[in-house]
C-alpha cells in the first residue's frame, strides 16, 4: 500500500490550482479573483477551519500553550476580508494611515493595538521557535517541513502581490498580461496557505511525542 505523503499532497494540490486558474484563465471572471471573491472567501475560510481545528482537536491545552499561533492565523483569516482597512479611513498597515491628517484619532489607536498585538505574536514565534525550527529542519521532522513551507508561501506571494507596481518603482516595466498572471498565482498560492497550515497542524497532532508535549511544560514555556 502506498503511503502518501500529506505535505506533498498539499503541495500538489496548490501547484495544480495554479496550473488550471492560468490555463483557464481565472482572471477572465472577476467573481472568482476579484477583492472578496470566491477565492479570497474560501482563503479567509481556511483559515477559520484551522482555528477551529486547533481548538477542536488541540484542546484547551494546546490553545493556552500556542495562543499565539491562533491569533496570528486568526490574523490572517481577517486580513482575507479585507478588515485591516474595510472599516478605516485607509488601510492600518499604510505609514500614512499613522502620519496623515485624514485619519481620525480613535482609529489610530485602533490600528495601534493591532500592531501591538501583531508585534507581541511575532515575538513569542521567534523567542519560542527559532531555535527548535532551524533543528527540526534540519533534520527534516515533517511537521517543521510544513512550518518551512507555510512561510515560503506567505515569502513568494507577498513578493508577487502587486509586482508590476514594485517593479515600476525601480524602473522596470511588467507587461500587463504577465501582471495578471501574477496576480492569479498570488490570489491561487493564498488560497494554499491555510490548507499548508492545516497539514502542518495534523502533523503536528499525528505525532505521539507531540501530542504527549500537550502534557508537558507549562503553556509559557519556549519549549516546543
Not at 474595510?86 to 481620525?104: E, N
Request: proline share 3%.
Amino acid at each position: 500500500m502506498i503511503k502518501t505523503n500529506p505535505l506533498a499532497a498539499a503541495w500538489l494540490f496548490i501547484i495544480l490550482s495554479v496550473g488550471a486558474a492560468l490555463i483557464f484563465d481565472a482572471h477572465q471572471y472577476p467573481l472568482l479573483v476579484k477583492e472578496g471573491g470566491i477565492i479570497e472567501s474560501l482563503s479567509a475560510l481556511g483559515y477559520f477551519v484551522c482555528v477551529a481545528a486547533m481548538f477542536y482537536r488541540g484542546g484547551a491545552d494546546f490553545a493556552k500553550r500556542y495562543h499565539y499561533l491562533i491569533m496570528l492565523i486568526t490574523l490572517f483569516g481577517m486580513r482575507e476580508l479585507d478588515f485591516d482597512k474595510r472599516f478605516t479611513t485607509m488601510g492600518i498597515l499604510k505609514s500614512r494611515f499613522y502620519t496623515g491628517d485624514l485619519v481620525p484619532l480613535g482609529e489610530k489607536l485602533i490600528g495601534v493595538v493591532v500592531i501591538l498585538v501583531l508585534l507581541y505574536v511575532v515575538i513569542r514565534i521567534i523567542k519560542a521557535h527559532t531555535s527548535t525550527f532551524v533543528t527540526g529542519v534540519k533534520n527534516r521532522v515533517s511537521w517543521h517541513l510544513g512550518a518551512l513551507s507555510v512561510i515560503s508561501a506567505l515569502v513568494f506571494s507577498k513578493s508577487i502581490d502587486g509586482l508590476d507596481r514594485k517593479l515600476g518603482d525601480v524602473g522596470i516595466t511588467v507587461d500587463p498580461l504577465v501582471a495578471t498572471y501574477f496576480s492569479t498565482i498570488e490570489e491561487v498560492l493564498e488560497l494554499g496557505i491555510p490548507v499548508l497550515i492545516f497539514v502542518t497542524f495534523t502533523l503536528y497532532m499525528s505525532d505521539s511525542g507531540a501530542k504527549a508535549s500537550l502534557n508537558g511544560p507549562h503553556p509559557n514555556s519556549t519549549e516546543t
